[in-house]
């Protein structure tokens, strides 16, 4: 008999999770306890986790295994999607340790080796292995290299060893160049998982079924029919926790535009890939950022990107100080909380359609959409006199919160005159099913123990996108005639800069 | 007329003209609410009682699924003629955040009905909608191709039928006669939850390499569930790759089958019928490995064991849905895709006998 599982033939419509032992590096942090044991757990619930799943955390603080279990079990119920049973905690909770160790000392990744060993053996012999790396990133070297060192990089025969590395993928492209060739000595690149926590939300993985399984909108899916495109990632909070300390070294464009903003733009302008497969769908998505014009000096990077800082001002009624005031921040930071760039894509789909492309903290609300703003109808018939109403139809699909998709047309208002006004037709995830959509990191996870990488970023696509944001970083921080920083009153839509940007299209931001 | 005892979960006596007009009036009521719909559900019964029932389980099911939901009650021996319709809504918080709303349609028919079941009651269905009908109890005369043509997917419960093989033929016929329907049995959702927990133990290596050599399968199952215990002996046997020997014995309390493996060994399947859950135990033994899925009676989980060896390994699953309320949920969730199930249904009836 062959050694696939003959029970899992035609049972689910996707690849199948395999039994494996977890080891996550950074166990003591937040996400491993707000994410990823939830997700762990949430999957248990489900009767999606495979049977026989052990969690190690792996941290450096002094730990047993019951403290540890503790800890988790405390802010489980917090977290859950699904709540918290004991029924399902208890055998799962069975199934977690904690292994103590430096992430320098090689010694405590010998003992990692015996440990799971050990556990194979209990299980009969060979055993699955995935490496999470929810560490600090000036310890991904360190870790890797050691994995490498004791051979933990290297599977059984007919098993596999995976390394699921968290964001951020580098600092820069040097760096990411750097780190993909540490990943890429300790693990092949088919098994490692560049997790971007956006592709595993709902609505993301939707964008490709909406554009590619309803014929209507692929034939206008172009620069024929499309006027501009703007991806928007607004935040309502700032640096709360102690955050930024993280963010001024990093801000808007490293943390969030480089990665899930990008990986969205990618998803909306990709060519219909030759099938589903991982490569098959981010061969097409590389090719997007591949094409991405770059802003290589400082007065592509003036004319095309908007940077700014939020000032004191109110959010949710409640005031809030100014960037440079905030905990941890430098006083004279130059690190924007707010980022706005025109992007254009140089593809003969694409040509001369803009994709604006914000991301802010300390804006009005919590939310992130892709919005598609067709070309408006010719100006005769219904169209002729209608300045001031906006006439072009919008889809917009809603990554987060309140998941779903509207289309904005234009409709007759009743009554004698032919006044116009435009409608909405909306679908809500929420309204339409009822039942909760998994956490991204569930799925996440889950694809990674069923070696379906589509849903991670490949090298090729990360550094890519690293070189795309290099060049404006290079202008904002190397260039002697800088682009300014601009200011933005938090509560805001952003700084003025950021519409003037799109005005000089005749465009501007949509209203949220 | 016969008229339902209790109408008062059925909402607003309406008459047929006007369901349109009372609808629209329903939901300019309160401009707070979203009326919501994915589908049309029809659910159809014979049995007295059959609408107040299913107005509960509409009220279960639209907090998943959104839908214009149809209750149809049949009393077929009355010997007048006649239709009743009712109207209400069923609210529920989406997220606790808006309040989600769908329609629901009832309808009590008497005496000879074809006709007006399909010229009445399906008058009302929500234009461009998938009609998803959900036949309960025993296929009547009136399930015939002036029904079935209308219905998208058809839902059914074997476990209900006293004659199962006769009822598979008319469904089997209306699959043949129309490209659109699509039949579903909540026998077999039954089984769903038991056959992921399952699949998901022969992850397990050695769990996988003592399948060739499985000596024995016990099943255990309720008394009335005989076509579910012989949907997941079927799903097991011919995914395994099993050919059914001529030896057949029928034992006095269960159904006795016999299997070769693909490697020559052979299995003795046992199906034996109990009084506790509709299913209990799924068990499957090879000289150097037992795995073994149970539930205890009203728990809500599977408990899953691999035990090889000296080692074991024990893990809860989720049991799924007994109630039918839960059961169609699970059921509408799982979209379209038949593909399994009519590749098992031969090799079940061949069991069936």
């Known amino acids: 008999m062959a050694n696939t599982n003959p029970f899992r033939e035609d049972l689910v419509t996707r690849s199948q999770a395999a039994p494996c032992t977890v080891v996550i590096f950074g166990a003591t942090g937040d996400l491993t306890h707000r994410k990823l044991v939830p997700a762990l757990y949430n999957l248990a619930v489900e009767g999606e986790l495979p049977p026989g799943v052990k969690i ?17 079990k405390e802010i489980n119920p917090k977290v859950s999607r699904s709540g918290h049973e004991a029924k399902i905690w208890d055998p799962f909770e069975e199934n977690i340790h904690y292994h103590q160790s430096e992430f320098q000392d090689v010694d405590g990744y010998q003992r990692l080796a015996d440990r799971l060993d050990e556990i194979d053996n209990g299980r009969g012999g060979k055993g699955n292995r995935l490496f999470y790396v929810a560490s600090a990133p000036e310890f991904f070297d360190d870790i890797l290299e050691n994995l490498k060192k004791v051979g933990l990089n290297e599977a059984a025969d007919g098993c596999w060893a995976r390394v699921i590395v968290e964001k951020p993928f580098g600092t820069d492209l040097p760096s990411a160049k750097h780190l993909n060739e540490v990943v890429s000595r300790t693990f092949a690149e088919k098994e490692t998982y560049r997790i971007d926590h956006y592709l595993g939300k709902e609505t993301a993985q939707n964008i490709m079924v909406l554009r590619f399984a309803n014929a209507i909108f692929e034939p206008l899916w172009n620069n024929r029919y499309i006027e501009q495109v703007q991806i928007t990632c607004s935040e309502n909070l700032g640096m709360e926790g102690g955050r930024g300390g993280y963010y001024d070294k990093s801000g808007a464009m490293r943390d969030m535009i480089q990665n899930h903003l990008l990986q969205l733009l990618s998803l909306v302008a990709m060519e219909p890939p030759t099938d589903l497969s991982a490569d098959g769908v981010r061969d097409e998505k590389v090719k997007v950022i591949r094409s991405l014009r770059q802003w290589d000096t400082p007065e592509k990077v003036a004319e095309n990107v908007v940077r700014a800082q939020y000032t004191a001002g109110t959010v949710d009624g409640v005031s809030r100080v100014g960037y440079r005031e905030e905990d941890r921040v430098d006083p004279e930071s130059m690190t924007e909380s707010y980022v706005a760039v025109r992007c254009m894509i140089d593809t003969w789909r694409w040509s001369g359609v803009p994709f604006y492309v914000r991301m802010g903290k300390q804006l009005p609300k919590k939310a992130t959409e892709i919005s598609i703003h067709f070309k408006s109808p010719p100006s005769v018939l219904f169209n002729s006199d209608s300045s001031g109403t906006p006439g072009g139809n919008v889809l917009v699909i809603r990554i987060q919160p309140d998941e779903g ?58 550094e890519e996108a690293w070189k795309f944001v290099d060049h404006i970083e290079r202008a904002w921080h190397e260039s002697d005639n800088a682009p300014p920083m601009a200011e933005y009153t938090a509560g805001s839509w952003g700084p003025k800069e950021a519409d003037d940007l799109l005005k000089q299209d005749g465009n501007e931001w949509r209203r949220l | 007329m016969t008229i339902p005892e209790n109408t008062i979960a059925l909402g607003k006596e309406v008459a047929i003209a006007s369901i349109d007009k009372e609808l629209h009036r329903l939901w300019e009521q309160d401009d707070a609410r979203t009326n919501a719909s994915l589908t049309n ?12 029932k299913n107005t509960q389980i509409i009220q279960s099911i639209t907090r998943e699924h959104a839908c214009r939901s149809i209750l149809i009650g049949m009393d077929r021996e009355s010997p007048e003629t006649s239709i009743t319709a009712w109207i209400t809504a069923h609210c529920h918080l989406a997220h606790g955040r808006k309040s989600v709303c769908c329609e629901q349609l009832s309808f009590h028919l008497t005496g000879r009905a074809t006709g007006r079941l399909r010229n009445t009651v ?28 209308l219905i998208n997917r058809f839902i059914f419960d074997s476990a209900e039928w006293e004659k199962p093989a006769e009822g598979f033929a008319k469904v089997a016929t209306a699959s043949q006669a129309s490209r659109s329907f699509f039949a579903f049995d909540l026998a077999w959702m039954r089984s769903h939850s038991w056959r992921l927990s399952l699949a998901a133990l022969f992850d397990d290596p050695l769990a996988l390499a ?9 099943i255990t199952a309720h008394r009335n569930q005989r076509t579910t215990a012989l949907f997941v002996l079927a799903w097991i046997t011919q995914q395994a790759g099993w050919k059914r020997s001529l030896e057949l014995d029928i034992a006095a309390d269960g159904d006795v089958f016999h299997f070769e493996t693909q490697e020559g060994s052979e299995v003795v399947a046992k199906v034996s019928y109990d009084e506790t859950s509709p ?44 109630d039918p309320a839960q059961l169609l949920t699970d059921q509408l969730a799982l979209g379209t895709k038949n593909t399994l199930y009519s590749k098992i249904l031969p090799s079940m009836l061949e069991l069936l006998g």
């Open chain 2, 41 to 52: 559900l029809a659910v159809y019964s014979e049995h007295p009682g059959g609408l107040e």
């Open chain 2, 279 to 322: 299913l209990s135990e799924v068990e499957l033994i090879a000289p150097n490995c037992k795995v073994r899925l149970h539930r205890n009676p009203d728990s809500e989980y599977l408990h899953q064991e691999i035990c090889a060896g000296d080692h074991c390994i024990g893990q809860r699953a989720p049991a799924g849905a007994d």
């Open chain 2, 210 to 218: 003592s399948l060739p050599k499985t000596k024995e399968l016990n």
């Open chain 1, 56 to 72: 190690i955390g792996f941290a450096r603080r002094e730990k047993s295994d019951e403290v540890f279990r503790a800890g988790l």
């Open chain 1, 405 to 462: 998709i509207s289309l904005r047309m234009m409709s007759k208002i009743p009554g004698a005159n032919l006044r116009l006004e435009p409608v909405k037709m909306d679908f809500h995830y929420a309204t339409s099913f009822g039942k909760g959509s998994p956490e991204a990191y569930e799925r996440l996870l889950l694809d990674s123990m069923a070696g379906d990488a589509t849903l991670f970023a490949r090298r090729d696509e990360v």
């Open chain 2, 122 to 149: 399906f008058a009302h269905l929500n234009s461009d909608l998938p009609l998803v009908f959900w036949w309960q109890g025993e296929l009547s005369d009136i399930f015939s191709d002036r029904l079935y043509t």
